[in-house]
């Protein structure tokens, strides 16, 4: 069951300086994963065990579900990954503009909470200005991997991603969706979504050399897009 929290609520609306690679992993230097969304973070684990020569790092909304799980990565000494508590939309620009150039290599988010109310759209967590933080940070051919079971929560985060110009799919991939995951490891619901036979929906974008368009073009194009009730029908070539 999915526990929503309003991310728009005064108390999420706190800036958090987030503390810097060298403070949270044994190697910082270490190319950085930010999973967006982490949940209880065992997604995370795993992969960290599978993955020692990258630092992973799940940022999540849920204090309780952060808390856990950094539990877990002490208990296991997972030394190169973190849990931290915040809000992605306010906290995160700040700490990836500040990280040493190419460091960040893979942004994922996974299975986002699915606002479905048209008035709830800016609780989604992929908005115009965390995306052009992401492009920010991202060099070209970095990663930014999203995935959902649920078609009007991914489709409007695809239209935002390809409205800024910033990213292209890899040619080989399947479209509309890609044909599987890229990571060795799938998140919880992932796996019970596929336990219940219904259908996974992923995209693969890479970072391209163009420039970030400035922050109020995207804002302007991305508007008619987010407020037209048919901008799950928009299309991903």
Known sequence: MRQH??????FFQ???ALPEPYELFDHPNLPIHLDI???RG???LEL????PGRNHLGVEIRRSLVQAAQR???RYQQ???HF???NANISLEDWMAALPPDQLHLVTIQFPDPWFKQRHRKRRVLQPDLLLAIASALNPGRQLFLQSDVLAVIEPMVSLVELSSCFVRPQQDHRPWRADNPLPVATERERYVQEQGQPTYRVLFERNHNVLPPLKDLEMAWHPVDNSKDAALTSHG
């Open 5 to 10: 929290v309003n991310p728009l609520s005064r």
């Open 14 to 16: 706190l800036p958090l």
């Open 37 to 39: 969304g982490c949940a």
């Open 42 to 44: 065992f997604f995370l």
């Open 48 to 51: 960290a065990a599978l993955q």
């Open 72 to 74: 877990d990565r002490n």
């Open 79 to 81: 030394n190169n990954l």
């Open 84 to 86: 931290l508590f915040c």
